[in-house]
């Protein structure tokens, strides 16, 4: 079955520092997500993507983050200056359309961010 | 200061028995729901959507039932396993955006005891 994968699972990284958080989306799908959550607390939406641009962001969604499809395949979520509050658990997601039947979006297992 | 993350509803219930988890959404525009489970350390998982042209929808071992009127939705576990124990998660989508962002509820915690 078709997945979307993420890596690192887990990435440790010094406040202030800059870390790319990777995910390769489920191959036919054009609509991508990222999605945070913080330990204990419920999934928050960051970012969606389709056509090669933004096509929806958060108030979280700062001008410290950003994301990129750099080829076909892969789907990056940058933070650029790494603050504590940002260590969380990031979830990719992916989905095949939208405003459509089987607009199911199929998540990651996540990549956990500890800045320390 | 150190933040403090959500208390989670907690349902505990006998292996066997039907579990029922509900769920409070905050759009009356919202015109998708979709029910997530997430284990510990992986992402949501879908289980069940439903439509709000629809009041009830059946999977497999699984209801999800809708009330637009309260702005409620209810997840029905038949003959709940152990391997049911997780956090379920409600997430609610307003079909006519310009994209599927998800609002995820606070989560419930089903303790399945064998």
């Known amino acids: 079955e078709p997945e979307v994968t993420q890596t690192p699972s887990h990435q440790v990284t010094q406040m202030g520092q800059e870390v790319i958080l990777r995910c390769v989306p489920i191959?036919?799908?054009?609509?991508f997500y990222w999605y945070r959550q913080i330990l204990g607390q419920k999934v928050e939406f960051l970012v969606s993507f389709y056509n090669n641009e933004i096509s929806e962001k958060s108030e979280i969604f700062d001008d410290q983050f950003s994301v990129e499809r750099p080829d076909g395949s892969n789907f990056t979520l940058k933070i650029r200056s790494t603050k504590l509050e940002d260590s969380a658990m990031y979830f990719c997601a992916s989905s095949e359309a939208v405003r459509q039947p089987n607009t199911e979006a199929f998540f990651g297992q996540g990549t956990r961010l500890t800045v320390v | 200061g150190e933040s403090v993350g959500l208390h989670l509803p907690t349902l505990s219930v006998q292996e066997g028995d039907n579990s029922i988890i509900n769920c409070a959404y905050s759009n009356s525009a919202s015109d998708y729901f979709i029910w997530y489970k997430q284990e510990s350390g992986k992402g949501p998982q879908f289980i069940i959507d439903?439509?709000?042209?629809?009041d009830k929808r059946q999977g497999q071992r699984v209801t999800v039932l809708l009330n637009k009127t309260v702005k409620h939705l209810s997840l029905q576990i038949a003959a709940t396993q152990p391997g049911d124990s997780a956090v379920y998660f409600c997430a609610e989508q307003y079909y006519g955006g310009a994209t599927n962002k998800l609002i995820f509820g606070t989560g419930t915690l089903l303790a399945v005891q064998p």
């Open positions: 439903i439509r709000s042209n629809m």
């Open positions: 191959s036919n799908h054009l609509y």
